[in-house]
């Protein structure tokens, strides 16, 4: 089967550029969470969504960061404009919007801000 | 704030020793419990899960849970070098919008 499909794998762009990040979840995991980990703050959940619909966004660190999920197969995660301290590994996971379900992780965009 | 403390690292053991990794809670509605492997440069992958009070093993792996304590183990029996990576407890709140929240994570080094 196949896991959560995040695109692309590697990004490198010099600040104040458009960044969008992709995401495929499992198929019929109604659950998508958007995460970014850096070496100083871990792994910190920006925005997550159950059945298309954004449940918490609190995480978002600024309006420069916006997310969607246009449909139960496809989220964006999106940053205008860019900045150097974005830098950081941006995870996308999914799960069973059922309380005690674990969610599962892609592999991850590594994103490079110059 | 829920937090989820992992605050005893890096860990070192010997090849073939129990690695015991350790994790506190603050929210004491939380109702499922996991542990995450993280090898350097990848994605966090889940090793095991953990409702009830109690021990839960899987192979060389046991989770350990007390809910009045707050507090979530993991040992690794025979630990390998293959198991030297990250490990991250994560806690799943009551409700049904409720979300994971992660602790920083344990480096494990295991010595051949």
């Known amino acids: 089967d196949a896991g959560v499909i995040q695109s692309p794998r590697h990004e490198v762009t010099e600040m104040g550029q458009e960044v969008t990040l992709r995401c495929k979840p499992i198929?019929?995991?109604?659950?998508l969470f958007w995460y970014r980990q850096t070496m100083m703050r871990g792994l910190e959940l920006l925005i997550y969504?159950?059945?298309?619909?954004?449940?918490?966004d609190s995480g978002m660190p600024e309006d420069r960061f916006s997310a969607k999920m246009p449909n139960a197969s496809f989220s964006t995660l999106k940053i205008q404009p860019s900045e150097p301290r974005d830098s950081a590994v941006y995870f996308c996971?999914?799960?069973?919007?059922?309380?005690?379900?674990?969610?599962?992780f892609g592999d991850g965009t590594r994103l490079s801000i110059l | 704030q829920k937090e989820v403390e992992q605050n005893s690292g890096p860990l070192s053991v010997p090849e073939g020793a129990i690695a015991s990794l350790n994790c506190t809670y603050s929210?004491?509605?939380?109702?499922?419990f996991f542990w995450y492997r993280q090898y350097s440069g990848k994605s966090p992958e889940l090793i095991m899960s953990?409702?009830?009070?109690g021990d839960k093993e899987d192979g060389r792996f046991t989770a350990q849970l007390n809910k009045a304590s707050q507090y979530v183990s993991l040992l690794i029996r025979d630990s390998q070098p293959s198991d030297s990576a990250t490990y991250l407890c994560?806690?799943?709140?009551?409700?049904?919008?409720?979300?994971?929240?992660f602790g920083k994570g344990i480096t494990l080094s295991v010595r051949p």
């Open positions: 929210d004491r509605g939380s109702q499922s």
């Open positions: 994560a806690v799943n709140g009551a409700g049904a919008n409720s979300k994971l929240t």
């Open positions: 198929s019929g995991h109604n659950s």
């Open positions: 969504f159950n059945n298309n619909v954004p449940i918490d």
């Open positions: 953990i409702y009830s009070n």
């Open positions: 996971a999914s799960s069973l919007a059922r309380g005690n379900q674990p969610q599962h």
